[in-house]
C-alpha cells in the first residue's frame, strides 16, 4: 500500500515524533577568512558532510567572528534545540564554548584533542606523526633541525612540537631553543618564520602544516637556498599543495576527512 499511494515519511512530523531534528551543528570559532585561507577546513568539512549523508542526518554550519556573536547563536540554539548534536573544530585552549555546551548538556564532540577529560574528541596521533617527521630527519644525519610550530593555544600546534621534542630526546640529542620559533597555519606565517630561522642556520626544518611549509619555501628560495641541498624541509597534513610546488614536499599524512566522518559516527553514537 505504502509503495501504491507513493507515501513518503515528512521530516517535521518524524521529527516531532521522535524528539530528534536530525540536524548536526558543526561549530567553527573562526573568522570566515581563516577558514577558507586554510584548506585543511574544506577537506574536514566535506568529510563531516559525507559521514551526515551516510547517517541520514542534515549538517547546519554555524561560525562565529565575535564572542557577542557566538553568545547570541548559543543562546538561540539552547533554548530552541535546534540540533541534536554539535560537532566542534578550530577550538583553543582557554575558550569559553566548550565548558558551556558541557554545561548545557548538548551531545558533543571535539575535532581535535581537547584537555577536558568529559569531552569526546576526534584527532590524529600528532605527537607520533611529528616525533617521526623529525627521527627521520635526524637518521639521515640532520642535526641542527629546526621546527616552526602552529598557534601554541592550538591542541594541534601543541602535541606536533611536543613530537619533535620527543624525537630529539629519544635520540639523546639536544634541543637548541632558538630554532623553535611560533607560526599561525598560514602560508604567510611560514614564510615570516622561515624568515627567523634562516640566519640561525639550520640544516633542516620541520614545519606543522604544509600551507606554513609552502611558506617556508618561498623564503628558503628568496634566500638563495636549495630544498633538499641546503636543507631539507618536511610539512605535515599531505594536502594537495604538497605535490605541487617544486620539489615536491616530504610531509606527514592526515586523514583529514575521515577524522570528519568519524566525528559524525561519534557523535552519533553518543546520541
Same mark, same amino acid.
Given at each position: ?7 513518503? /515519511? ?12 536530525? *540536524? ?36 547546519? #554550519? ?27 573544530? +578550530?577550538?583553543r ?5 566548550? /565548558? ?7 551531545p ?31 637518521? #639521515? ?56 630561522? #634562516? /640566519? ?8 606543522a ?30 594536502? /594537495?599543495q ?13 586523514p *583529514? ?5 568519524? +566525528? ?6 553518543? #546520541?
Amino acid at each position: 500500500m505504502i509503495t501504491q499511494t507513493g507515501y513518503q /515519511p515528512h521530516p517535521i512530523a518524524r521529527s516531532l515524533s521522535s524528539r530528534r531534528s536530525h *540536524i548536526i551543528g558543526l561549530v567553527i570559532p573562526l573568522a570566515i577568512r581563516s577558514l577558507f585561507d586554510d584548506p585543511v577546513f574544506p577537506r574536514l568539512i566535506q568529510g563531516i558532510s559525507q559521514g551526515c549523508s551516510t547517517h541520514d542526518y542534515t549538517l547546519s #554550519l554555524f561560525l562565529f567572528h565575535s564572542l557577542d556573536e557566538e553568545q547570541k547563536l548559543f543562546g538561540g540554539i539552547s533554548r530552541n534545540q535546534l540540533l541534536d548534536g554539535v560537532i566542534v573544530t +578550530a577550538t583553543r585552549t582557554g575558550d569559553t564554548l566548550i /565548558p558551556r555546551l558541557l554545561e548545557s548538556q548538548a551531545p558533543l564532540v571535539v575535532q581535535g584533542r581537547h584537555e577536558d577529560p568529559r569531552v569526546s574528541y576526534v584527532d590524529a596521533d600528532n605527537v607520533t606523526g611529528a616525533a617521526t617527521a623529525v627521527t627521520h630527519l635526524l637518521r #639521515l644525519g640532520y642535526r641542527r633541525i629546526s621546527t616552526v610550530t602552529g598557534p601554541l593555544d592550538s591542541t594541534a600546534a601543541q602535541d606536533r612540537k611536543q613530537g619533535y621534542l620527543d624525537a630529539h630526546r629519544d635520540r639523546d640529542q639536544p634541543v637548541d631553543e632558538a630554532l623553535i620559533v611560533s607560526g599561525d597555519f598560514t602560508q604567510t606565517g611560514g614564510y615570516e618564520a622561515m624568515q627567523r630561522l #634562516l /640566519p640561525r642556520q639550520p640544516d633542516a626544518v620541520f614545519v606543522a602544516s604544509d600551507t606554513m611549509a609552502t611558506g617556508a619555501l618561498q623564503a628558503i628560495r628568496r634566500a638563495g637556498l636549495t630544498v633538499p641541498d641546503d636543507i631539507a624541509l618536511v610539512g605535515f597534513d599531505d594536502l /594537495p599543495q604538497s605535490t605541487m610546488v617544486d620539489p615536491p614536499l616530504i610531509t606527514v599524512r592526515q586523514p *583529514i576527512q575521515r577524522l570528519g566522518a568519524l +566525528a559524525v559516527k561519534t557523535l552519533i553514537d553518543i #546520541l
